[in-house]
Each structure stands twice: as structure tokens, then as C-alpha cells.
């Protein structure tokens, strides 16, 4: 399992890196698909993830 959160994380960067948009383009689809998260855990990860992003810059 860690090892997909990895791969999945590297991908989402990448994407976001080369085209600037946002991780959750790549990252939502992924969870509900490769990790079988349902769709209302997956939203607020992605709205946790952005916010603390946001509280870095």
C-alpha cells in the first residue's frame, strides 16, 4: 500500500510540475480507482492536503 501512495504521489507531482494544475486532477481519480477510497474521504484528504499547502507558502 505505501508503496502506491508513493508511485501516486510522484505522479501528482509531476503532472501539477509540468502543466500547473492542481494535484487533485490526478490524485482523486486515483484514490477512488487504485487505493478504493470512497469519494467523500478522498475530497477531504485533497481539501487537507491543499490547505496545509496553502499555510507553507
Known amino acids: 500500500m505505501k508503496e502506491k501512495n508513493i ?3 510522484l505522479l ?3 503532472v501539477s ?3 500547473a494544475s492542481g494535484g ?3 490524485l ?3 484514490f477512488i480507482s487504485i487505493l478504493k477510497m470512497n469519494e467523500t474521504r478522498c ?3 485533497i481539501n487537507f492536503c ?3 499547502y496553502g499555510i507553507g507558502e
Open 7 to 9: 508511485i501516486i504521489g
Open 24 to 26: 487533485g486532477m490526478i
Open 50 to 52: 491543499n490547505i496545509t
Open 12 to 14: 501528482a507531482g509531476l
Open 28 to 30: 482523486v481519480p486515483s
Open 17 to 19: 510540475g509540468l502543466f
Open 43 to 45: 475530497k477531504s484528504y
